[in-house]
């Protein structure tokens, strides 16, 4: 949901003059609420708000516990520690009463990061339909966090609109699925109860999710959150906003689409289209003879149905589309999306398919980068069991021409709370920090990979800082190494992704942590891969080894240790070799490069010789550097161990 800068800081300016909020009658957390999972084997925090002096008790699986709000309202009492089980009641009393039902004492996991965290079950449900059908699993929980941004303050609250949900299969569609997939296999495994607090943005940087204590290191963020606590500075923001959108409101308005404004819409079945031009589908339209255009393209196909497809229900998938698009089915609108990240899925009604001619239309509006339709997608309509592929000639024709509106280029006034530092910490971690967890989960890093050696220092000041605030200790804290993704580059070359997986890779020397490789689990077209499974397993893993105590499962894939020059080769050690290496394919190994002290990369023969890999070329007399699967997309990367978990992508360089 894109929100309105204007009246974000408006809100944000108003909240600076709050002091204090006047609690009445007893009121909880979103968090303590009915169907909640809390920790097993730890003391547990219960808190909230209540007029200032007033007696709060908590009756509770046997237990009583009683404390008075303070002169600010605020109330905290501790209970000890219990064993997984339930379902049990909850008590609250006060000057009123609240009862809590379907409690469950399980282990909970705080999961936290960008999209990838964020996609549900449901965006993956063509590709895991047995998942979704047999998700009957009434003691997972999940309880997903709005989302809301706040650089101003700390939040003593998260925002309503969320409960905790058991997994079954009309629920769990909502779940993270990298995370239901990482519940699942801990629950099957265990048998403890298991709640997931989803805590995740889309497109949001790390330093986003990091408080104002845990940033003291860094000198740029540190600036911007002074300057977030200027009330001056802060009106003043409010006002550029103010004026930027008022001239945007004077722009002259555009020439209408001609799509939508002419006798009869585009879309229209009597409509006959004449002197549109042919266009290959997938494709972008800037690679088939429009050049540099942003607006609005429309595009139509013509397909023949047989008279037994005729009035039955359909699913027309149109892959990916950049960005909006309006799509059509002879003539009736089945569906349309805002922006380009989401798969095209759209029921095609009962009775709406006819025999012989049927007509597809898809109105695509665009304003930046390449407009069009994402290669290497599904394009079909699924009738009654057939799939028809849409692949192919259609036709097109231009609409509508946006013409660069100078105000949409001016950065001066133009902050996301969203996207600066502390904006997400205060708003949708520090609520949570009273919260007794298992352990952190995190899946990030796609929107620093601008900065990728900066994420070497803001990946552990994370983990620093929430352990931190969460006072448990080192608390568990497992992570996804960055997946494959865009263009495969068949030469060695730098890449910002690769530096970025090295950041991460090099963070597992802080205590307590693991990550979960997934260089086989993207896609190249897109950043929001859909194989969680694989993640969720991956993460399971670890936590099995890390957390759960299982030393006898091979966890992780094989992970660079040390490297010795010998001659004219190179050989690694790796540790997590598990039952012995393997060039997954069971051919030679691929994406290792070599180059001498002039950094000057080149491919290289490998072989695996125990838990060591060989590397060399025989025209590198002096080799001194070794890199592994380092590029945006390693397509063909194969080391793997015999347990099937892939490698880390890896440089031998530590500057």
């Known amino acids: ?14 909240l600076l003059l709050i002091d204090s909020t006047t609690y009445g009658a007893v009121k909880l957390p979103a968090l303590i609420s009915n169907s909640i999972v809390l920790q097993r084997d730890t003391k547990l925090k219960i808190w909230g708000w209540a007029a200032p002096g007033e007696k709060v008790t908590i009756t509770f699986n046997g237990r009583k516990a009683s404390a008075t709000t303070n002169d600010s309202g605020n109330w905290l009492l501790w209970l000890q520690p219990m064993k997984a089980g339930g379902p049990f009641t909850m008590k609250i009393k006060g000057s009123n009463e609240i009862i809590l039902t379907d409690i469950l004492i399980g282990d909970v996991w705080f999961c936290a990061g960008q ?3 964020v996609i549900p079950m449901e965006r993956v449900k063509e590709k895991y339909p047995d998942e979704i059908a047999n998700a009957n699993y009434p003691e997972i929980r999940n309880f997903f966090i709005p989302t809301v941004a706040d650089v ?36 099957q495994k265990y048998h403890v109860p298991i709640g997931i607090i989803n805590s995740s943005v889309g497109g949001t940087p790390i330093e986003a999710w990091i408080s104002e204590e845990g940033l003291k290191q860094f000198p740029n963020d540190e600036a911007m959150i002074k300057n977030f606590k200027d009330t001056a500075y802060m009106h003043t923001l409010v006002q550029k906003q103010v004026a930027l959108a008022k001239a945007r409101r004077e722009e002259p308005l555009p020439e209408p689409d001609k799509g939508l404004s002419g006798n009869k819409p585009w879309y229209d079945t009597t409509f006959v289209p004449q002197g549109w031009h042919k266009f290959w589908l997938p ?4 690679d088939q003879g429009v050049k540099d255009l942003n607006g609005v393209v429309w595009f139509r196909k013509e397909i023949d149905l047989p008279p037994s497809d005729a009035g039955k229900p359909a699913k027309l998938f149109m892959g990916r589309i950049i960005d909006a698009d309006e799509t059509y089915v002879n003539g009736v609108k089945v569906g349309g999306i805002t922006y380009q990240y989401p798969p095209r899925r759209y029921e095609v009604p009962a009775g709406l398919l006819k025999p012989g001619k049927n007509i597809i239309v898809v109105r695509i509006t665009n304003t930046a980068g390449k407009g069009g339709f994402v290669p290497d997608k599904n394009y079909s309509l699924n009738v009654d069991g057939q799939r028809i592929d849409l692949r192919g000639d259609w036709l097109y024709q231009v609409g509508q021409v946006f013409t660069p509106n100078k105000h949409y ?10 996207n600066s530092p502390t ?12 919260y007794s967890i298992k352990g952190l989960m995190w899946y990030q890093g796609e929107a620093n990979t601008n900065r990728p050696k900066e994420y070497g220092q803001l990946l552990p000041a994370l983990i620093a800082d929430w352990r931190n605030k969460w006072q448990q200790g080192e608390l568990p804290f497992l992570y996804v190494q960055l997946p494959n993704f865009m263009e495969v580059n068949y030469s060695p070359s730098e890449s910002q992704w690769a530096q970025l997986r090295e950041s991460q890779l090099k963070t597992l020397a802080v205590p307590n942590t693991a990550m979960a490789v997934a260089i086989d689990a993207g896609e190249w077209n897109d950043i929001h891969p859909l194989d969680k499974k694989d993640v969720g ?10 957390v759960y105590g299982d030393k006898t499962v091979v966890y992780s894939g094989p992970i660079y240790q ?4 010998d001659g004219n080769k190179i050989i690694i050690t790796f540790t997590n070799t598990g039952t012995g290496l393997m060039a997954k394919g069971d051919g030679e190994l691929y994406y290792f490069a070599v180059a001498g002290s002039d950094k000057k990369y080149f491919w290289a023969k490998a072989t695996i010789a125990g838990d060591k890999v060989i590397v060399y070329n025989d025209a590198i007399q002096a080799p001194k550097y070794v890199r592994y699967a380092w590029a945006d997309n390693p397509e063909g990367a194969n080391l793997y161990n015999k347990e099937g978990l892939p490698a880390s992508p890896f440089e031998t360089d530590d500057k």
């Open 537 to 546: 397993d991956r993460l399971a893993l670890a936590a099995d080894h890390l």
């Open 115 to 117: 999209s990838n965290m």
């Open 562 to 565: 040390s490297c010795k020059i």
């Open 152 to 187: 101003t303050r700390l939040h003593d609250d998260l925002p309503q609109g969320s409960k905790w949900l058991q997994a079954n299969p009309q629920n769990v569609l909502t779940f993270g699925a990298a995370s239901y997939f990482f519940a699942k296999d801990i629950y």
């Open 283 to 286: 494709g972008y339209w800037a």
């Open 409 to 418: 280029s001016d950065d001066g006034a133009m902050m996301s709370m969203q």
């Open 423 to 434: 904006g997400l910490y205060n708003t949708m971690v520090a609520p949570v920090i009273n």
């Open 1 to 14: 949901m894109r929100l309105n800068l204007t009246s974000c800081f408006f809100m944000a300016f108003l």
